[in-house]
Structures are given as C-alpha cells and as structure tokens.
C-alpha cells in the first residue's frame, strides 16, 4: 500500500488513538500495564510528504488498573504529574520508507528533560481523510529521571506502544 498522505494540518483522533506501556517490574516476574487516557496532538504534512507535529500525554491519566501504584507513578519518584504534567513527543521529522514504514525523529520529553528519540512506526491505514499509525518502542526511564527502583525490583526497558489516528484538521 504506497500512499501518498494529503498535505496540509491533520488532528490526532483521541477517540481512535491509545498510547499505553509496560514494564517488568518484581524481578522481572510481573509485567505491569499501563495506558493514558488523554492524548494530544497534531502535525503538518509538506509539500514533500515530509511530517512534523507534537503527541501530548497527560500523566495523571495513566491508568495500570492500580490506584495505588497509579498514584506513586504520578509522584515525585516516578513521573512527578505535580511539576512535569505532561509527556511530550516533538515529531521533528516523519517520512514514509517503502510501503508502509515510518521513520519517526524527535524529542521526548518526561520529567522536563528531553533526549532524541527515532522509531519506526507502521502505516495501517490511509485515506483522504484520515491516516493510521501502530508504533512500537522502547525507552531507558533513567535517561527521563525515572530511577526509583526499591530493591532492585524494577529492570529493563520500558516498552510503548501507540495506535494514532489523525485526520484532516477543518479550517
């Protein structure tokens, strides 16, 4: 499927777009699961075909069917919801390569400390009015400030995943 997407400003659809993560966690014995329930964002499409736009996440709406854990996660050991409300992903450029490939570069910001970060997301599915992305990656939590780990329990990467559905911004 080679698709050329429109130009112009298209909207993240939050009623079609998740972005969720897991971590192993106790050793590496327990998996948790997590995923935010307010998603942000939009981009512009170039003459080119070239993207560049900005996914904003809610911290205080992670949600690992947890409220205890939920709770410690927005705190100052982990996300710090308080001072750092939102994580940020700044698409500084988004191509298409080959059929249905991605390549995704820009910076990720948690914690208000931004690192570079590229992936290659998965076009699955386009349209005139519409454009859907699957992307999965994983991301070093103490390059963000993330470094609790009491005992050790806490190690590894933590694994993202998004569905992003964008479609065309109306004037």
Do not use: C
């Amino acid at each position: 499927m080679t698709v050329a997407v429109d130009t112009g400003l298209w909207q993240l659809d939050t009623s079609a777009s998740t972005v969720a993560l897991k971590h192993k966690t106790m050793w590496g014995l327990v998996t948790v699961k997590g995923a935010f329930g307010t998603v942000r964002g939009g981009g512009e499409v170039a003459a080119d075909g070239s993207a560049t736009g900005t996914l904003a996440l809610d911290v205080a709406s992670l949600d690992t069917k947890n409220a205890k854990r939920d709770e410690h996660l927005r705190g100052a050991d982990f996300f710090d919801a308080a001072n750092h409300p939102e994580i940020t992903y700044a698409v500084r450029s988004a191509a298409l390569r080959g059929a249905d490939a991605v390549e995704v570069s820009g910076q990720l910001t948690v914690r208000g400390i931004s690192r570079p970060h590229s992936f290659t997301a998965k076009l699955t599915g386009a349209s005139a009015d519409a454009v859907t992305l699957d992307a999965e990656f994983t991301v070093d939590r103490a390059e963000f400030g993330l470094g609790w780990n009491q005992l050790g329990m806490i190690r590894g990467l933590t694994a993202v995943t998004g569905t992003l559905r964008f479609t065309r911004a109306t004037a």
